[in-house]
């Protein structure tokens, strides 16, 4: 009912009970009232009472009206306002009151409130049309869920992501939405959204990630999630973001397609096939046998040096070709060196190894190869080495005894093929590379490895070893020193070289964490990486991870490469500069003027310094060739701006001459030598 008619009937009412009440009292003392000849007494009396009672009522009935118009009424129709504001929820509607009424400073302190509120809605308003605005400008697909799993917005990326509008998904569960799968498993899993509402706290990327869409194609994609919470801290959802990483998975194929497979031939390098032995020999069946050939392509220089790189290469791809024709489907053929192949058949027993090897001779013997008008003949040297599975220890191992009979067929004349057997006199005299490698693998298991350094000098502060190069060492069965240039080729030709890369910077991280006080009166420490390092794809994780396990900065490490090795893998030595130089890593081209044209090639690599081979610094005080080609790489490296240091400094006749051309650095016997790393603790430095 209106206020106004509830005021109206309520004042009726309480004048008619007034009158009813006079009325009554009245009539009352009259029917009840006995005769009494005091009657003339008090009939007076009541008739002045009856005036006054009515005027008393009277007066209680203005009070009432006042009541209701001055309080009650206003109260009321403040109360319906807000009740109407409430529910329109419209901060920007006001209440009305009559300023001589006693609700209008109540209406006023209210009014003020809401235009408190319209400020913070308006702000609040704001906000949510900036933050939807940079949601729609994300290229990442973005889902808010409620605390029930179910999707309350969608930004448009995520018409891009799933290929269809997505505006009939939402209100519906995420899982319904989109279907997970994880790549290696191939099986679908539970989407992370709903682990987030669970255990509410933030998911951080998950890759090895597809999604399946609705017309069966796949995408790969990296997914995060994000709680939301009320003011309370209660969950109220959260924000799923979905990035397709489909392009970038190509491009890692490819790169590691790039980085694991010859370019020349398109066959498996040597890396992948080590990798591939170690996978077929794992599922091992008794009796059954493994065998490595390892074939070289006998005066393979007279095409490739005398008919020029393409025609080598040309070579290369047919006879890959043809060493197909003569095996099976499943074995596998791979080049692992410039001139070598190495073969891995699976076999009932030697006779079918040696029955290839002799195929693959005489299907050489008959091959011409032709180029320019010109022709060769080609002739191959094997050595074969057989195993059974179940007896085999790591597939290097395998390689390297069926290169110690390649070598003996070399010997022999080539042309030939030669089984490797551990009773044969002659081929026991080559073995020593067979002992080297089981020496690196023991020196890995058993720690006999060791940390050197040699200090690194600024030509402007010679007195003064503020960045050092850590060096290995290595120590045999019998704790003998074995020199670098003997078991470093061996690490990186048998695939141990990432294993002792990871070796050295385990231990020189976990060094420097102890002693942070050498740390800090270092300005550079330099660690060197193999090819085999550069081209692992998961060697700058492994480097990011030794950081943050130690505690460490990247800013005092530099990472060293050889030219060579640089330029074997230029993609891959790409990608680990950019990744590591996010980390503050310096990077350090090593053995610089060895490779085929360092100059066309330094252009393509992000260093910070260029380390000029020794062969070209030993003798320049008094070789003008030398003199020439050093001052030449030092004006090239300032004009990039490149600093520069000049290894194996011998004397201090090199040192002189350095210094007159304007070199950075210099390093060498001459100036420090190589040290045990623990002795750093107690140098000064100087």
Not at 75 to 91: K, R
Not at 317 to 345: K, N, P, W
Not at 362 to 373: M, Q, S
């Amino acid at each position: 009912m209106p206020t106004k008619k509830r005021f109206l009937l309520s004042t009726l009412l309480l004048a008619a009970l007034l009158v009813y009440l006079v009325a009554a009292a009245v009539i009352a003392f009259v029917i009840y009232q006995p005769p009494s000849t005091a009657t003339s007494a008090w009939l007076p009396a009541l008739l002045w009472s009856l005036p006054v009672a009515a005027i008393l009522g009277l007066a209680v009935l203005l009070v009432h009206i006042r009541q209701q118009r001055m309080v009650l009424y206003p109260l009321t129709e403040l109360g319906h306002a807000i009740v109407q504001i409430a529910s329109n929820a419209d901060t920007r509607e006001r209440l009305v009151a009559d300023e001589h009424s006693l609700s209008y400073e109540l209406a006023t302190q209210i009014n003020r409130l809401l235009d408190v509120l319209e400020g913070e809605h308006f702000a609040a308003e704001n906000e949510k049309s900036r933050l939807l605005q940079v949601l729609d400008s994300v290229s990442d697909a973005v889902f808010q869920i409620d605390a029930n799993g179910v999707v309350r917005y969608m930004n448009p990326a995520v018409k891009e992501l799933l290929e269809h509008s997505p505006h009939d998904l939402l209100r519906k569960p995420i899982e319904d939405c989109m279907m997970l799968i994880d790549d290696m498993h191939q099986k679908q899993i539970s989407n992370p959204a709903y682990r987030c509402l669970t255990v509410q706290e933030a998911l951080a990327d998950r890759t090895g990630l597809s999604i399946v869409l609705d017309n069966g194609k796949r995408k790969h994609v990296r997914v995060s999630a994000t709680p939301l919470f009320d003011m309370t801290g209660l969950i109220t959802g959260c924000l799923l973001q979905v990035r397709d990483t489909s392009e970038t998975s190509v491009l890692q194929q490819q790169l590691t397609s790039t980085t694991r497979f010859d370019n020349a031939t398109g066959l498996p390098n040597r890396e992948e096939f080590i990798s591939r032995i170690e996978k077929v020999a794992s599922k091992t069946s008794r009796g059954e046998m493994i065998a490595v050939l390892s074939i070289d392509v006998d005066h393979f220089a007279m095409v490739n040096d005398g008919a020029g790189r393409a025609a080598g290469d040309e070579l290369l791809s047919q006879l890959g070709a043809l060493f197909y024709v003569h095996v099976d489907m499943s074995d596998e053929v791979a080049r692992i060196g410039t001139d070598e192949f190495g073969i891995m058949l699976t076999a009932e027993s030697a006779q079918r190894a040696t029955a290839i090897a002799e195929s693959l001779i005489k299907a050489a013997n008959e091959f011409r190869f032709k180029w320019e008008g010109k022709s060769w003949q080609i002739s191959l040297s094997i050595g074969v080495a057989v195993c059974e599975k179940q007896h085999q220890g790591d597939a290097a191992g395998l390689i390297v005894a069926a290169d110690a009979a390649l070598q003996l067929a070399k010997l022999k004349g080539g042309g030939r093929y030669v089984v490797h057997s551990n009773d044969d006199p002659l081929l026991a005299e080559h073995t020593d590379t067979l002992k080297l490698y089981t020496d690196v693998t023991q020196a890995l298991e058993l720690e006999r490895f060791s940390l050197y350094f040699q200090g690194i000098f600024a030509l402007k502060a010679l007195g003064e070893m503020r960045h050092i190069e850590i060096l290995l060492r290595m120590l045999d069965a019998e704790n003998r020193p074995v020199p670098p240039d003997l078991f470093v080729p061996v690490a990186e030709r048998y695939g141990l070289a990432v294993h002792v890369d990871r070796w050295v910077i385990s231990h020189t991280f976990e060094f420097f964490a102890k002693h942070p006080q050498v740390l800090a009166q270092l300005d550079m420490i330099s660690v060197n990486l193999s090819g085999a390092s550069i081209s692992d794809e998961n060697t700058p994780q492994f480097i990011v991870s030794e950081l943050d396990r130690h505690k460490l900065k990247g800013d005092k490490f530099c990472i060293e490469f050889t030219e060579t090795a640089a330029i074997a893998n230029v993609d891959a030595a790409r990608a680990l500069s950019h990744e590591l130089r996010r980390f503050g890593f310096s990077f350090a081209l090593d053995d610089f003027g060895t490779g085929m044209a360092s100059f066309s090639y330094l252009k393509n690599f992000d260093v910070d310094y260029l380390k000029i081979d020794g062969s070209f610094v030993r003798h320049l005080h008094n070789d003008k060739m030398d003199h020439a080609i050093v001052k030449a790489f030092s004006d090239i490296a300032a004009s990039i701006p490149l600093k520069t240091i000049a290894e194996f400094v011998e004397n201090e006749p090199i040192l002189d001459v350095l210094e007159t051309m304007g070199i950075t650095y210099a390093q060498g016997f001459h100036l420090h030598k190589p040290t045990p790393l623990e002795k750093l603790i107690l140098s000064d430095h100087r």
